[in-house]
């Protein structure tokens, strides 16, 4: 169970990692952008994003932590699970995708574009500093309940 635990601790951290590139630094470089290119390149980025690696990446630690929750059943290994599927999953679906879906829609040549993309950045941003703070809380209190 340990092992499985420290696992699951470490594959949130994968993801939360890759989540926290983009709250240190690739927003803020996109948003240094001209409005129509940062808002053309994340536009890229968002079909580029759910291919197998990474869906595997951010949803198998919700799977493998659900495990550890239901075999440990420690107050640590549960807390640890749920958060990461409240955060970096239940974010994801709840707030950037729709987001993501709005952006998907905008062409960058319309004059109200720039506007809705730096309120885009804005929003989207914060809830990924949600999903990463949650995120590394999550794989913290599984890496405590292992040891």
Known sequence: MTA?????ALACMLATG?????????MGALDRLAPEHGLLAMQ?????APTPAFMTAL???AAAGAAVAIVDGGPLAIAGAALYLLGPVGITIAGNVPLNDALARLDPADAGSAARWRDY???????????????????????????
């Not at 499985?4 to 699951?8: D, Q, R, V, W």
């Not at 890759?18 to 690739?26: D, E, H, K």
């Not at 890229?44 to 580029?48: A, G, M």
């Open 4 to 8: 499985l635990t420290i696992a699951t």
């Open 18 to 26: 890759a989540l926290f590139a983009f709250s240190s630094f690739v």
């Open 44 to 48: 890229s980025i968002n079909r580029r």
């Open 59 to 61: 949803f198998a630690p």
């Open 121 to 147: 950045v804005r929003r989207w941003t914060a809830l990924n500093h949600a999903r990463v703070a949650v995120g590394a809380a999550a794989a913290a209190l599984l890496a405590a309940g292992a040891v």
